[in-house]
């Protein structure tokens, strides 16, 4: 399986392009601010053809360039519905400050054919199988993608998507509208804790990590995996 990631924009969102091998079809995930360009390069770097865009969230560092990502190569994209309404008003989603200088040049709105997400729904795009799991806490709408052993005939580990539920070393953010600490803990423990330890995390910003290191290092994943409650009362905030 390929992967090809890369941070964009002010807020160093992840977007990840997958696909069984280069010169496939693949898969984009998380297209945020100024992650256009970023797309088409790695498409042509590694022969892409993309034909679907899938959205851990809706918040505007994680969807802003789907529209011209969606029209350059006539795909859909696909969403929570519980997050759909943010592609069209991010402001919304935000409350009262974060980003708003950058929003005159946001490309918002939906685009041609959107798809919705479900959990426990099972995804075949690109040749590639992903696993929608519901992940709320961040915001409502949140999801991870989740891939299985063996992908491409390959014994490689597992990949988890976490978008903003899980980072290495840390969690999402809570504070913004939708978000809720609570919701955020049982994802944790519904979502991630069950995964085995060599699973791979690539999370919505900064390094990858694994759910082994993150089950010993982690204070929330370490709390939870202890049985002791739900870590520590403010998530930090990293993003948006």
Known sequence: MLIAGFPAGAWGTNCYLVAPAAGEECVIIDPGHQAAQGVEDAVRKHRLKPVAVILTHGHIDHVASVVPVCGAHDVPAWIHPADRYMMSDPEKALGRSIGMPLMGELTVGEPDEVQELTDGAELTLAGLEFTVAHAPGHTKGSVTFGTPEAVGGADIPPVLFSGDL??????????LPGGDHAEMIESLARVCLPLDD??????GHGPQTTIGRERATNPYLRELAAGHGSGPAAAPRRGM
Request: proline fraction near 0%; charged fraction near 10%.
């Open 166 to 175: 899980l980072f290495a070393g840390s969690i999402g953010r809570t504070d």
């Open 198 to 203: 060599s699973t791979v995390v690539l999370s």
